[in-house]
């Protein structure tokens, strides 16, 4: 069993950046794949980047590619999410999750935390 606790959210302006932590605690992350998903009110949860179980391949969505960066980092059992260039339309609960492959569908993936929350003013 993993469990997984998101922090770093908060209230940001259009251009700042952010950074999001994902700290998982009972097994070690080097067993899974980890991504990122964020659902805004209204709509379905989606997905936002992901890295490989060993760090070595990543995948982003069309939306945030070129801003946002997922990292790991094994010695901590977290990942990050680094947000540059935020946009009001990022606006909206992220969530960390653990599995056994890169997916952009959300039922693939074994774990989630939480939630934080991002929100972005114009």
């Known amino acids: 069993q993993v469990q997984l ?12 950046s952010l950074r999001l932590s994902c700290v998982a605690s009972g097994r070690h992350l080097n067993a899974y794949a980890l991504g ?6 209204g709509k379905e949860r989606e997905f936002v980047a992901a890295v490989s ?3 070595g ?3 982003y969505a069309d939306s945030v590619q ?22 009001p ?4 609960v992220y969530y960390c999750a653990a599995g056994g492959v890169i997916s952009p569908a959300p039922r693939h993936w ?7 929350q ?3 003013s114009s």
């Open 5 to 16: 606790e998101e922090s770093g959210g908060g209230l940001s302006q259009a251009g700042a």
């Open 57 to 59: 391949s990543t995948k």
């Open 110 to 116: 074994n774990y989630w935390g939480r939630g934080t």
């Open 53 to 55: 179980r060993g760090g």
């Open 118 to 120: 991002v929100t972005v």
């Open 36 to 41: 990122w998903f964020r659902q805004a009110a």
């Open 66 to 87: 070129g801003r946002f960066t997922i990292s790991r980092d094994s010695a901590v059992n977290t990942v990050y999410l680094q947000m540059d260039s935020l946009k």
């Open 89 to 92: 339309e990022d606006t909206a």
